[in-house]
């Protein structure tokens, strides 16, 4: 059978396997594709492959198959955005042609990893804010969308507004704005579970996804949110906060947005409330304590929706 | 029905009885007697009987012996010494002391299956699986995603290992099949047997060559292929073979793609049926953006017995063979298979038409379509 087919033509097919690429949607799936071409066409019973991308601190190493063998072939493949290193290990060792090839996969591989790491950073820039590293809000009206699609019900929202971020920004400067959103972004993503989506939405808006969770539970993590702001307070006197927050709760995809709406005027509410008792008290709003006491102005003055 | 002599013994039973109960009992009085040490039972049943009725009797006479093992498959039908039977059930066991005997049961599926095969080789290794050994895999021939969990759970236990098996599924119903260890049984899954300290010799044939000219499959994902050289997969395949008139079911069984390796070898991939929209669906995973040649049958009725001899001259005294005999092939040789039966002697052995099979020494196991799988275990 093998007399059948020419030495030329299985290297010009091998050579159309190894070059023909479709975009991944994961790195298992670059993974798979290097286990089938190396394996069916070549014979190679197990490889290394060692990623480095500069300014990452550890290289990435997939080792598939027999470890700790003396590899038969070695290929390195570098270039500004990525270094490449991959071993192959064949019982018999290659010949001459096999060797030529697998350096045209090796080359392959590297281009395509290349490309899905572009893509992969340029899907994380696109879905989150560069200042948080939350995502964004982008991110978030796609995550409304997949909920949609889920059963993951009743979903709570919390909607939580830094405080006078604008004061803030125009007494101390863009910085000491920064460094605020950055701590609340922080201070909220501590409050919450590992697998509860906190997003960015707007300037000083913040939402937090709150899936198979109901009413009371969110109100929990949303008086949670005010205690640790409470401590954060305390413990960091040079950064005080001043988070209104406000939790609503969806009992079905139907009723997403509604949900959502509750939580923004819960916390408009809770934004008020707030701004009444320091005037009643006469006591400083730890965000702007010492800095110009301001009016909120522009826009429209979203209590009249109260 | 057993070997005796040697210190890894095999007995294999076999029961065309018509309830489950009287056959799992009939089968087992065959393969009890003589046993030694740490037992691994294999069963393979045809879809006639319950699997639930199979499971809860073979777990009711393994429940006095903790050690024993047991793993099986149901099949479109079973190879014994007394021929190929599309109704019946067939039990093979192999004892021996000092062999370490684990089983594990996996989903399969598109998404996590090379994380599950890894996961699989983990349990094995974690319960004191080491080489030498064999890695029996018996999965739905019907189930997504074989190829990644075979991957997968070679990419932790390595090529010092033997792997054998092969897929159950009903072509004629479209139906997959059922997976049973000691444990319980399920569908969608895949069954993995370790035996540390078994050595097995494994070959497969299957007599297929390549006609006219290369071809590509354009568009591919998991078992389903949507384009060929460029075309939607349905029309181009019925232009390569040339027939209309009949299923793509029916016109594939004898026209299987085979996929060269660089050394000529070929992997063969049966097409199974057609889908909505223009794709074929094939019987194991198609490699995407990949070259490809129609085939076409030598003599398969020689095929069996080749692979036979050539497994006997490499391992003269076995102590049990196991055979996954490719569906189709069984049915496109006539069903001639007397010739390869007649070849095993006292030698216990007991096999299963397969809906795809796996056999991989010193190698990458991938799942083969179309071939006759033959190993032959000893100590």
């Known amino acids: ?306 | 029905m057993s070997n005796g002599g040697r210190r890894v013994k095999a007995a294999w039973g076999a029961s065309k009885r018509r309830y489950p109960r009287e056959a799992v009992r009939e089968a087992w009085t065959q393969v009890v007697p003589g046993e030694v040490g740490p037992s691994l039972f294999l069963c393979f049943f045809t879809p006639d009987y319950s699997p639930d009725e199979v499971f809860s009797h073979l777990n009711f006479l393994l429940y006095e012996y903790p050690s024993w093992r047991l793993a099986g498959l149901s099949t479109a039908g079973i190879i014994s010494p007394r021929g190929v039977w599309e109704q019946g059930l067939g039990l093979l066991r192999i004892s021996g002391e000092g062999l370490v005997i684990v089983t594990s049961m996996a989903k399969l599926g598109r998404l996590a299956a090379f994380q599950a095969g890894k996961e699989a080789g983990e349990e094995l290794l974690a319960e004191g699986i080491r080489p030498p050994g064999t890695i029996f895999v018996f999965y739905d021939g019907y189930a997504e995603g074989i190829t990644p969990f075979l991957w997968g759970l070679y990419g932790v236990l390595g090529p010092d290992f033997t792997y054998v098996g092969g897929g159950g599924g009903e072509h004629s119903l479209g139906k997959g099949s059922v997976q049973l260890t000691e444990g319980g049984w399920t569908t969608g899954a895949a069954v993995v047997v370790g035996v540390g300290g078994l050595e097995t010799v494994v070959l497969a044939g299957h007599g297929w060559r390549p006609k006219a000219s290369p071809f590509f499959v354009t568009r591919a994902e998991g078992r389903t292929v949507t384009g060929i050289n460029g075309f939607p997969a349905r029309e181009a395949y019925l232009d390569l073979v040339k027939e209309r008139g009949r299923s793509i079911s029916e016109i594939g069984i004898a026209h299987p793609l085979g996929f060269p390796r660089l050394t000529g070898e070929f992997l063969l991939r049966d097409p199974l049926r057609e889908l909505p929209g223009g794709a074929i669906e094939f019987v194991s995973e198609v490699p995407y953006n990949s070259a490809a040649f129609l085939m076409q049958a030598e003599d398969l009725a020689a095929v069996a017995e080749r692979v036979v001899k050539k497994a006997f001259e490499l391992s003269p005294e076995p102590s049990f063979g196991l055979i996954a005999y490719c569906l189709s092939h069984h049915w496109l040789a006539s069903k001639s298979t007397e010739g390869m039966l007649s070849l095993w002697g006292e030698v216990p052995y007991l096999g299963f038409l397969s809906f795809g099979e796996i056999a991989a020494k010193g190698a990458v196991p991938f799942v083969q379509n179309k071939t006759v799988t033959v190993a032959l275990g000893r100590e």
């Open chain 1, 1 to 306: 059978m093998a007399a059948q087919l020419s030495s030329m033509m299985l290297e010009l097919l091998a050579l159309y396997e190894i070059t023909s690429w479709r975009f991944p949607h994961s790195e298992e799936e670059i993974l798979l594709w290097f286990i089938d071409k190396t394996s069916r066409l070549f014979g190679v019973t197990g490889f290394s492959v060692e990623v480095k991308v500069p300014g990452s601190p550890a290289p990435q190493v997939w080792r598939w198959g027999k470890g700790g063998v003396e590899p038969q072939h070695r290929y390195s493949w570098r270039d500004a955005e990525l270094e490449l290193e991959v071993s192959f290990v064949h019982p018999q060792g290659f010949d001459e042609r096999a060797r030529r090839l697998l350096n045209v996969l090796g080359c392959q591989l590297g281009q395509n990893l290349r490309t899905f790491y572009w893509y992969r950073r340029l899907q994380y820039l696109t879905c989150h804010d560069c200042l948080t590293g939350l995502p964004n809000r982008a991110y978030f009206e796609a995550e409304l969308e997949r909920l949609k699609e889920t059963f993951a019900y009743p979903v709570s929202f919390i909607v939580c507004d830094l405080d006078n971020l604008k004061e803030a920004n125009d007494s101390r400067g863009h910085s000491f704005g920064d460094e605020l959103l950055r701590a609340a972004a922080r201070l909220i993503k501590e409050s919450v579970r590992e697998s509860d989506v906190v997003a960015r939405v707007g300037g000083d808006e913040f939402v937090v996804v709150l899936p198979r969770t109901g009413r009371q539970a969110a109100l929990k993590v949303a008086r949670r949110i005010k205690k640790r702001l409470a401590a954060h307070n305390t413990q960091h006197p040079h950064l005080p906060l001043s988070i209104s927050v406000g939790a609503g709760t969806a009992s079905s995809p139907e009723r997403l947005r509604q949900g959502l709406d509750e939580a923004d005027r819960a916390m408009y509410r809770n934004k008020v409330r707030h701004k009444e008792a320091v005037k009643r008290n006469g006591s400083s709003d730890p965000t702007c304590g010492y800095i110009l006491r301001r009016q909120p102005g522009g826009g429209v003055d979203r209590r009249a929706d109260l």
